[in-house]
């Protein structure tokens, strides 16, 4: 059986599990147990039987859309992690309860950082301890 991560966004949907163990010899064996024995987890990563686009996977560290995709080959002791990409949406996604005017004024509002606060370090041409590339 393989190692899964979870990250913790999803754990929630493993009983707070940051690891589980599945079974299966390809990453799609592996995500159809997940979802048999997570139900909740299997609607978050699946869409229409397959993988959700927003959905990565890596095996022993490696994207498995640089491999074989959903068949790529999960030996027994593999570690198999599942990371879905983040995104923030628009401010009227975060606060639908808002009129139109409320949303636009709190994105004129929010805090940002002016050029002017960012360290002399920065400006003056980076950090200077840092060791160039081999």
Do not use: W
Not at 30 to 57: C, H, Y
Not at 59 to 66: C, L
Not at 102 to 116: D, K, L, S, W, Y
């Amino acid at each position: 059986m393989s190692v899964v991560r979870i990250p913790p966004t999803l754990r929630s949907e493993t009983g707070g599990e940051k690891q589980v163990v599945a079974d299966g010899g390809t990453v799609r064996e592996v995500i159809v147990d997940l979802a048999e024995r997570f139900p909740s987890l299997g609607t978050q990563i699946l869409e229409d039987g397959d993988l959700a686009p927003f959905v990565n996977v890596y095996v022993e560290g490696e994207d498995v859309r640089t491999l074989e995709g959903l068949d790529t080959e999960v030996d027994e002791a593999a570690t198999v992690i599942l990371l879905p990409a983040m995104a923030g949406g628009s401010p009227a996604e975060r606060a639908p309860h808002l009129a139109q005017e409320e949303v636009v004024q709190a994105a004129e509002t929010a805090p940002h950082c002016p050029r002017e606060k960012v360290g002399p370090s920065l400006r003056s041409g980076g950090n200077r301890t840092l060791r160039p590339a081999r």
